[in-house]
């Protein structure tokens, strides 16, 4: 079982930019997908975007396409979240949760309805208009 901290998050204004990291820690990262999810108050808990064991796969909510980005360094047992282009709806807080998970190809397809076993605490993201 890996350990998720976030960090990143912060406020910033309508059209700015955000890069959120994820730190694993624990078993090896490399052998694990990873989620990107969001809830903001008084509302449910929603997917934002996966990314595969190796990075070659990733899938985004149709709210961020095109404006959010995953990625890892599993040298540094790292993922991230870049977000550019904010809006005030993107305020939420962001959790990272990742799965033991060696898909590859359209095998990756179930990550964006996987069920995740491992969560971080989550980081505040805060965008003013």
């Known amino acids: 079982q890996v350990q998720l901290v976030e960090s990143g998050g912060g406020l910033v204004q309508t059209g700015d930019s955000l890069r959120l990291s994820c730190v694993a820690s624990?078993?090896?990262?490399?052998?694990?997908?990873m989620a990107w999810f969001r809830q903001a108050p008084g509302k449910e808990r929603e997917f934002v975007g996966a990314?595969?064991?190796?990075?070659?796969?990733?899938y985004y909510a149709d709210s961020v396409k095109g404006r959010f980005t995953i990625s890892r360094d599993n040298a540094k047992n790292t993922g991230y979240l870049q977000m550019n282009s904010l809006k005030p709806e993107d305020t939420a807080v962001y959790f990272c949760?990742?799965?033991?998970?060696?898909?590859?190809?359209?095998?990756?397809?179930?990550?964006?309805?996987?069920?995740?076993?491992?969560w971080g605490q989550g980081t505040q993201v805060t965008v003013s208009s």
């Open positions: 949760a990742a799965r033991r998970d060696s898909c590859s190809g359209f095998g990756c397809d179930r990550l964006k309805t996987a069920q995740y076993d491992t």
């Open positions: 624990g078993r090896a990262f490399s052998n694990y997908a």
């Open positions: 990314i595969s064991w190796t990075g070659g796969s990733t």
